[in-house]
């Protein structure tokens, strides 16, 4: 099953594809060291068929209307991720999460990304709430929902053990109503 997002002209986010599970590993693998400061899944990411494997479970849980994570590609390479890690869609909810390797930050790309992504989970899939859980100590994620005009919902104190260090997680929180007015605004 193909599905995109167009963000702009070099930037797409794609539902990953069997096919594209080694280079999304080689990404995965030559960041390594950057992405474990903030991702537990990340050690257990140890070859292409762990790749491979969450590839089918993306693509099934696209399917079944339970999560919609996509690759970020920009000019045919992926250099991260982004999108729903978890759909409620009795409740109307959605949390966004994202990555992406270094040499691409601080170009507004994941801002991008997200942006996008709200405008998909509000218009095509109904959401009502949009949330997006952050590492307290990770700066640069935590300035995506703030700019976009999240509010800051809670703390879920020592919630994420990483690194032999339990961290607070908080959570940002958008309504479609708040979504709708910036809109406006």
């Not at 959605?94 to 991008?112: H, N, Q, R, V």
């Not at 009502?128 to 005009?149: D, F, M, Q, V, W």
């Amino acid at each position: 099953m193909n599905f995109e997002i167009k963000v702009n002209d070099k930037l797409f986010l794609k539902l990953p594809q069997i096919e594209d599970a080694e280079s999304v590993y080689e990404t995965i693998d030559k960041n390594r060291e950057h992405l474990r400061n903030w991702l537990v899944w990340v050690d257990k990411t140890v070859s292409v068929k762990n790749t491979e494997n969450n590839i089918i479970a993306r693509i099934k849980e696209f399917e079944d209307k339970k999560a919609a994570l996509f690759y970020i590609s920009y000019e045919n390479k992926c250099i991260g991720s982004a999108g729903f890690v978890s759909l409620d869609n009795i409740n109307k909810n959605g949390e966004i999460a994202y990555w992406l390797i270094p040499e691409f930050e601080g170009k507004g790309i994941m801002t991008d990304c997200v942006r996008v992504l709200l405008k998909y989970g509000f218009t095509e899939l109904g959401l009502r709430h949009i949330r997006i859980t952050c590492n307290s100590e990770n700066s640069k994620s935590i300035a995506i929902p703030k700019k976009l005009g999240f509010v800051l919902e809670g703390t879920l104190r020592q919630e994420s053990f990483r690194n032999g260090v339990y961290n607070d997680m908080l959570v940002f929180g958008l309504l479609k109503s708040e979504w709708d007015a910036q809109l406006v605004g």
